[in-house]
């Protein structure tokens, strides 16, 4: 049995800069500035900070280049690159630091100007048993995924449009959210096909955007200027790297990372006040919402149908307007915490959802590879 | 320092390929087909891995098209095929419309070029 975690650290301040369009900045200035935002609001200096964890998709040595941008000597660091999902595994790894006393103020960072660069940007090798057949990932990889979920389980696009028109609507609630403006099932399924069955619209945005999160430990998280929002519960797991080693393309490495943070977290899926799930494209949200047991497998096209995650439904996902209409500068893991700790503060205004104590912040990284949940609650919840 | 004569795996399975044969490997104690080709079964350890000619016999377990501007050479099909002895790999499925590739359609293996390079295709059988 392994200690638990459970409420030994929190974020005490996040921040966010260039969400969208950022022309003329690098994405290290993103990143740096994002950090002094979110020490800001935490009440701290650059000074304080002697744990940095980082990922972005033009460093090779992350950690190297962000602490020595920042002038930071850090006591701990990790730079590890799991893909979109880093940042949840950052979290992770900065509440086991924190909790050993290996550092005291961890920054976790990111930031991607591929928009302004002139698009989507990787600095992923080539795939050995793939690149020959030219897959045009990612998206080649969740179309096989999406492809395979509708030949199971009669999943429709009209079912995975219904994930990207309440994107929409909740963006439209979101004044930071990059797309926004009326969008219909229609449109979604009259968009032009990129890789069969997706469409333009079942794809993320491709945005620029840094963000920043500061964690301490419980005992410092107090007597911040904001309330601390807890890290309750969090784990990862990966079974791939490529696709076509996925065990089976509808069904994620989600079902192992769920389970794992709920029991670190102590709290039952009905205890979950909002779920922030990585949706590069429409089917993620579907098989997000299966794995990590919110509805059976299979379910999730219908599940997602009626409204039941837009504003005004039943059980509210991805309250920014997700990647698909918030923000998505290429890894857009950190973004689902940093919403995550926004609503649990009841700082989300036209979008906050009411009485927000729990939120699940879920990573997905590669393609559908790494899965890293992280589960994030008030003081009222330790 | 000792030299090792033999080509590992990746490069005798591209050297198979060469030879225009689609080599899979099986393991000696259990039996079990692995492909990619890997120095020891993967999450098993088990060694002593034969190379075995693979039947050519798979099912299309995924496919997409990949659309992509007739300039640049049109459509194409990326499809995931699940073998006969057990292991799942990417290629392409052709002498088909894209569009016409389905999952569970029976398919059938040959070495064929691809950008002037071999490499394991599948056509419908």
């Given at each position: 049995?392994?200690?638990?975690?459970?409420?030994?650290?929190?974020?005490?301040?996040?921040?966010?800069?260039?969400?969208?369009?950022?022309?003329?900045?690098?994405?290290?200035?993103?990143?740096?500035?994002?950090?002094?935002?979110?020490?800001?609001?935490?009440?701290?200096?650059?000074?304080?900070?002697?744990?940095?964890?980082?990922?972005?998709?033009?460093?090779s040595m992350p950690a190297m280049s962000v602490a020595e941008y920042l002038g930071v000597r850090p006591r701990f660091s990790n730079g590890s690159n799991i893909g979109g999902s880093s940042f949840q595994a950052h979290a992770l790894n900065a509440a086991l630091a924190l909790e050993a006393g290996l550092c005291d103020v961890a920054v976790i960072a990111y930031g991607s100007n591929q928009r302004s660069a002139g698009g989507f940007t990787s600095i992923s090798e080539p795939m050995p048993y793939e690149a020959a057949f030219k897959p045009r990932n990612p998206?080649?990889?969740?179309?096989?995924?999406?492809?395979?979920?509708?030949?199971?389980?009669?999943?429709?696009?009209?079912?995975?449009?219904?994930?990207?028109?309440?994107?929409?609507?909740?963006?439209?609630?979101?004044?930071?959210?990059?797309?926004?403006?009326?969008?219909?099932?229609?449109?979604?399924?009259?968009?032009?096909?990129?890789?069969?069955?997706?469409?333009?619209?079942?794809?993320?945005?491709?945005?620029?955007?840094?963000?920043?999160?500061?964690?301490?430990?419980?005992?410092?998280?107090?007597?911040?200027?904001?309330?601390?929002?807890?890290?309750?519960?969090?784990?990862?797991?990966?079974?791939?790297?490529?696709?076509?080693?996925?065990?089976?393309?509808?069904?994620?490495?989600?079902?192992?990372?769920?389970?794992?943070?709920?029991?670190?977290?102590?709290?039952?899926?009905?205890?979950?006040?909002?779920?922030?799930?990585?949706?590069?494209?429409?089917?993620?949200?579907?098989?997000?919402?299966?794995?990590?047991?919110?509805?059976?497998?299979?379910?999730?096209?219908?599940?997602?149908?009626?409204?039941?995650?837009?504003?005004?439904?039943?059980?509210?996902?991805?309250?920014?307007?997700?990647?698909?209409?918030?923000?998505?500068?290429?890894?857009?893991?950190?973004?689902?915490?940093?919403?995550?700790?926004?609503?649990?503060?009841?700082?989300?205004?036209?979008?906050?959802?009411?009485?927000?104590?729990?939120?699940?912040?879920?990573?997905?990284?590669?393609?559908?590879?790494?899965?890293?949940?992280?589960?994030?609650?008030?003081?009222?919840?330790? | 320092?000792?030299?090792?004569?033999?080509?590992?795996?990746?490069?005798?399975?591209?050297?198979?390929?060469?030879?225009?044969?689609?080599?899979?490997?099986?393991?000696?104690?259990?039996?079990?087909?692995?492909?990619?080709?890997?120095?020891?079964?993967?999450?098993?350890?088990?060694?002593?891995?034969?190379?075995?000619?693979?039947?050519?016999?798979?099912?299309?377990?995924?496919?997409?098209?990949?659309?992509?501007?007739?300039?640049?050479?049109?459509?194409?099909?990326?499809?995931?095929?699940?073998?006969?002895?057990?292991?799942?790999?990417?290629?392409?499925?052709?002498?088909?419309?894209?569009?016409?590739?389905?999952?569970?359609?029976?398919?059938?293996?040959?070495?064929?070029?691809?950008?002037?390079?071999?490499?394991?295709?599948?056509?419908?059988?």
């Amino acid at each position: 049995m392994s200690k638990s975690l459970r409420g030994t650290a929190a974020c005490v301040g996040v921040g966010m800069v260039g969400c969208g369009e950022a022309p003329g900045r690098s994405a290290m200035e993103l990143l740096a500035e994002s950090v002094h935002i979110a020490l800001a609001e935490a009440g701290l200096n650059i000074a304080d900070v002697d744990g940095v964890f980082a990922a972005t998709a033009v460093h090779s040595m992350p950690a190297m280049s962000v602490a020595e941008y920042l002038g930071v000597r850090p006591r701990f660091s990790n730079g590890s690159n799991i893909g979109g999902s880093s940042f949840q595994a950052h979290a992770l790894n900065a509440a086991l630091a924190l909790e050993a006393g290996l550092c005291d103020v961890a920054v976790i960072a990111y930031g991607s100007n591929q928009r302004s660069a002139g698009g989507f940007t990787s600095i992923s090798e080539p795939m050995p048993y793939e690149a020959a057949f030219k897959p045009r990932n990612p998206i080649t990889a969740y179309a096989l995924a999406a492809a395979r979920h509708m030949h199971e389980f009669g999943t429709t696009r009209t079912h995975m449009a219904e994930v990207a028109v309440a994107a929409r609507q909740w963006a439209n609630l979101n004044p930071d959210a990059f797309a926004r403006g009326p969008l219909s099932i229609d449109d979604v399924l009259n968009a032009r096909i990129i890789n069969d069955p997706l469409g333009k619209l079942d794809c993320c945005l491709v945005t620029d955007g840094g963000a920043a999160m500061v964690m301490t430990r419980a005992d410092r998280a107090k007597d911040r200027p904001k309330a601390p929002v807890y890290l309750l519960g969090a784990a990862m797991a990966h079974h791939h790297r490529m696709i076509s080693c996925m065990p089976a393309l509808t069904v994620s490495a989600a079902v192992d990372s769920g389970p794992r943070a709920f029991e670190m977290a102590g709290v039952a899926r009905k205890d979950i006040d909002l779920l922030m799930l990585y949706d590069a494209f429409t089917i993620n949200t579907i098989l997000f919402l299966e794995d990590l047991g919110f509805c059976a497998k299979g379910e999730g096209g219908p599940f997602v149908s009626g409204g039941r995650i837009a504003p005004g439904g039943p059980l509210p996902v991805n309250t920014s307007g997700g990647g698909l209409s918030c923000v998505h500068p290429g890894m857009y893991g950190l973004y689902t915490m940093i919403e995550a700790v926004t609503q649990i503060r009841g700082e989300a205004g036209a979008r906050q959802v009411k009485n927000a104590k729990v939120a699940l912040a879920h990573g997905n990284g590669g393609v559908l590879s790494s899965q890293v949940t992280s589960i994030w609650g008030s003081e009222a919840t330790l | 320092m000792s030299k090792t004569a033999t080509l590992g795996p990746e490069a005798q399975f591209r050297a198979f390929l060469a030879e225009g044969k689609f080599m899979i490997q099986r393991a000696k104690d259990s039996g079990r087909y692995v492909f990619y080709p890997r120095v020891a079964v993967p999450g098993t350890g088990e060694t002593g891995l034969d190379w075995v000619e693979a039947s050519g016999d798979g099912v299309v377990y995924s496919t997409t098209v990949v659309r992509n501007r007739p300039e640049k050479g049109g459509d194409y099909n990326v499809a995931l095929i699940d073998l006969a002895e057990g292991p799942r790999m990417m290629s392409r499925v052709v002498d088909v419309e894209p569009t016409a590739v389905k999952i569970g359609m029976k398919v059938r293996a040959r070495v064929a070029a691809l950008d002037g390079q071999p490499q394991v295709l599948f056509t419908p059988l």
